[in-house]
């Protein structure tokens, strides 16, 4: 049996299309919360409630959240500092 890659969110092309979601507008934390607690609690309902899950939940999130990080906060951080200076080099 062939061992899937799942420890990143770059899955195959065709493979999204399954995962497409019209979400609407999400306009504050409390929904975007909101709607990624639904999806844990159907990953969980759908796995079955124990460590495992659990364990696979919070490191999905950790990565998730590392791996936005590093491709959004990361560059943004950068732009902002060639625009206003670094602060770093105020010693």
Do not use: W
């Amino acid at each position: 049996m062939e061992k899937k890659d799942i420890s990143m969110p770059y899955i195959k092309k065709e493979d999204r299309e399954k995962f497409a979601l019209s979400l609407g507008t999400i306009h504050n934390p409390g929904e975007l919360n909101y709607l990624i607690t639904q999806l844990l609690v159907k990953y969980q309902k759908n796995k079955g409630l124990s460590y495992q899950t659990i364990n696979d939940i919070i490191g999905v999130l950790e990565c998730a959240k590392q791996e936005y990080y590093r491709r959004v906060a990361t560059p943004y951080e950068h732009l902002k500092i060639k625009e206003h200076g670094d602060v770093y080099d105020e010693s």
